[in-house]
Nanobody, 121 residues
Framework: QVQIVESGGGLVQLGGSLRLSCAAS????????MGWNRQVAGKQRELVAS????????YYSDSVKGRFTISRDHAKNTLYLQMNSLKPEDTAVYYC??????????????WGQGTQVTVSS
């Protein structure tokens, strides 16, 4: 079993910063990919940022590019999302996911429970 635990959400004012963390633990061989999605009630979940283990390549949605930075601590299997210059439209529940490689060689997706980010104007 694999556990994905997020932390770091909260209430922040317009222009402020928050840092989200996501720790992956449990039984897996390696992590192939990790990232953050966000969802506003009534809307589809949106991929915000991701990072691939093998290449270190990152992806950012246009809406957060230049303001958010994704990073990862490989030794701790922990993912971070530094969010700067926050806007009210960044308000959402942020979900972390991990694509892990199991001992059977297959990849499996796991999601965290989500952490609320609220930006007040």
């Amino acid at each position: 079993q694999v556990q994905i635990v997020e932390s770091g959400g909260g209430l922040v004012q317009l222009g402020g910063s928050l840092r989200l963390s996501c720790a992956a633990s449990g039984s897996f061989t390696s992590i192939y990919d990790m990232g953050w999605n966000r969802q506003v009630a009534g809307k589809q979940r949106e991929l915000v940022a991701s990072i691939m283990t093998s290449s270190g390549s990152t992806y950012y949605s246009d809406s957060v590019k230049g303001r958010f930075t994704i990073s990862r601590d490989h030794a701790k299997n922990t993912l971070y999302l530094q969010m700067n210059s926050l806007k009210p439209e960044d308000t959402a529940v942020y979900y972390c996911y991990a694509v892990v490689v199991a001992s059977n060689g297959r990849t499996y997706n796991y999601w965290g429970q989500g952490t609320q980010v609220t930006v007040s104007s």
